[in-house]
């Protein structure tokens, strides 16, 4: 007997509706075995970044000093510290966030990183840090390429990738069907039991986590060697021919990163440095200053720069001192005050003074978006940023419970 054609308007939807659910769970399962490794690599690593970032420092300690009517020269406070590195290069001076705060002077020999603290008032050295081992650069380091380099950069763009789809199917997936409520999705609800009651969990953390972790997907993504560093940074990244007939060194800001961190504003990264030796520029240090490390720091505080900000020193002879505070290396909680200021080694003009106001509409989207993935905007942000990292863990928990349930 020949089966009876459906209504009009009723069996076409429904199952219209029941394979776009099917094929969502499809996806949703697939796109969950491959990423659920690396989010929880993310999710954990991510949590101690944003625990240094927000609580403590990223070199970890954070010695206290004695404050003094009067500060040494930066230069003898670099001095006290290259005496115990011999052969050892100046590369970053970071200037104290408070007046009870040690300064750091950033010194490389023979491909190691070291950092000193300093008290400021007494030129003494308080303690060292190798940059490149502290519990912060193993996770940057773990979170942004697996500690197997570009293999593994790319491997947690596509995993970054996949979890945009399973975030698009899993809220196909939660959307109320048949009669539920609004607030059945909300919250597991005490009658439920076994696959029910952890599905309803995956569901209502999901949706509570899946707009937090869209930020910190596609901000991610802009630090990945394909999406990031081909596309997005690539056209993104602040016009070096903003500066007029200022000569150009061949490297780039990145060249500014210490110990193989992302220090540099994702917006300058890529625009290549200044060069010294030209009569080029604005006005910067008074005429027949000697242009040195603390010419240059009292320059930086008449100018603006007070608290937590950097100086890196020329790294050749064409380099230039670059004065800088910005969120990518923790010296300030809002990106709206990034600032980067190049001064020529010997004319002391400033060629280059960039703020957040002088970067584009992505750079300035992007600026935003990495101070809220890092935590760097407050205590808010960081305890987000945890709740959200450990919500990730139980996501991934719930998703293995209800697949070994489904199977047993």
Not at 127 to 140: G, L, R, S, Y
């Amino acid at each position: 007997m020949p089966s009876l054609p459906d209504a009009p308007g009723v069996g076409a939807p429904a199952r219209a509706r029941v394979d776009l659910r099917a094929i969502a769970w499809r996806w949703h399962a697939i796109a969950g075995l491959l990423v659920m490794p690396f989010l929880l690599t993310l999710a954990l690593t991510g949590a101690v970044m944003v625990f240094y970032t927000g609580f403590q420092t990223r070199l970890g300690v954070d010695p206290r000093v004695a404050p003094l009517p009067m500060a040494q020269p930066v230069s003898a406070q670099a001095l006290a510290a290259l005496a115990d590195v011999p052969d050892g290069k100046l590369r970053t001076y970071v200037a104290p966030r408070a007046p009870d705060r040690a300064a750091w002077f950033v010194i490389e020999r023979d491909g190691q990183t070291l950092a000193a603290a300093v008290d400021p008032y007494r030129g003494t050295v308080l303690h060292w840090v190798d940059k490149e081992n502290t519990p912060f650069a193993w996770a940057q380091r773990i979170h942004g390429t697996l500690l197997i380099g570009d293999l593994g950069d790319r491997l947690i763009e596509i995993a970054a990738w996949a979890t945009l789809v399973m975030l698009l199917t899993g809220l196909v997936l939660w959307w109320p069907r048949g009669g539920l409520g609004w607030r059945s999705r909300l919250w597991p609800g005490a009658r439920r039991r076994g696959l029910a009651w952890w599905r309803a969990l995956h569901g209502s953390l999901g949706l509570c986590t899946g707009a937090v972790l869209v930020v910190f997907l596609l901000s991610g993504l802009t630090w990945t060697g394909v999406t990031g560093g081909k596309w997005l940074q690539a056209w993104g990244s602040f016009p070096a021919g903003t500066w007029d007939a200022v000569p150009l060194s061949s490297e780039p800001h990145a060249a500014l990163n210490t110990a193989g961190l992302q220090e540099v504003p994702w917006g300058l990264a890529q625009t290549p440095l200044p060069a010294s030796g030209s009569s080029q520029g604005a006005d910067g240090l008074a005429t027949g200053t000697p242009v040195d490390l603390d010419s240059v720091a009292a320059f930086a505080k008449r100018i603006g720069f007070h608290g937590q900000h950097q100086i890196a020193p020329p790294r050749d002879e064409r380099g230039v001192y670059t004065v800088s505070a910005n969120t990518m290396s923790g010296d300030l909680g809002q990106p709206t005050g990034d600032r980067t200021v190049h001064v020529d080694r010997y004319s002391g003009r400033v060629l280059a003074d960039i703020g957040f106001a002088d970067y584009g509409a992505m750079a300035k989207t992007m600026a935003v978006g990495i101070a809220l993935h890092q935590g760097d905007m407050g205590v808010w942000n960081a305890l987000l940023n945890l709740a959200a990292c450990v919500a990730v863990v139980l996501l991934c928990l719930a998703g293995v419970v209800m697949w070994w349930l489904r199977r047993t």
